[in-house]
Nanobody, 119 residues
Framework: QVQLVESGGGLVQAGGSLRLSCAAS????????MNWFRQAPGKDREFVAS????????SYTDSAKGRFTISRDNAKNTVYLQMNSLKPEDTAVYSC????????????WGQGTQVTVSS
């Protein structure tokens, strides 16, 4: 059974930092690219960052570049999103998603974690 369990969200003041975690189980992670998405109230879900488990190549949306860092811990099967210099517009539900490298049918999502940045 595939499980992605996010943690680390919360309330933080503008300029602060949070680290989100996504613990994965039931997957052969080397076949997946791990992603963070976010959805703010009334807005579409948007891509934030991704990392290929095998090799570690990363990608970021423009608004995350220079502020957010995605990483993985092979021993813990966990993906992290370190978020620094947070802004009120970063407020959203952040979700972890595992996308299979070779099959678009294999996509798995976590339950999401709320991040709220106060001004």
């Amino acid at each position: 059974q595939v499980q992605l369990v996010e943690s680390g969200g919360g309330l933080v003041q503008a300029g602060g930092s949070l680290r989100l975690s996504c613990a994965a189980s039931g997957l052969t992670l080397s076949n997946y690219r791990m992603n963070w998405f976010r959805q703010a109230p009334g807005k579409d879900r948007e891509f934030v960052a991704s990392i290929r488990w095998s090799g570690g190549s990363t990608s970021y949306t423009d608004s995350a570049k220079g502020r957010f860092t995605i990483s993985r811990d092979n021993a813990k099967n966990t993906v992290y999103l370190q978020m620094n210099s947070l802004k009120p517009e970063d407020t959203a539900v952040y979700s972890c998603a595992a996308l299979h490298l070779f099959s678009s049918a294999h996509v798995y999502w976590g339950q999401g974690t709320q991040v709220t940045v106060s001004s």
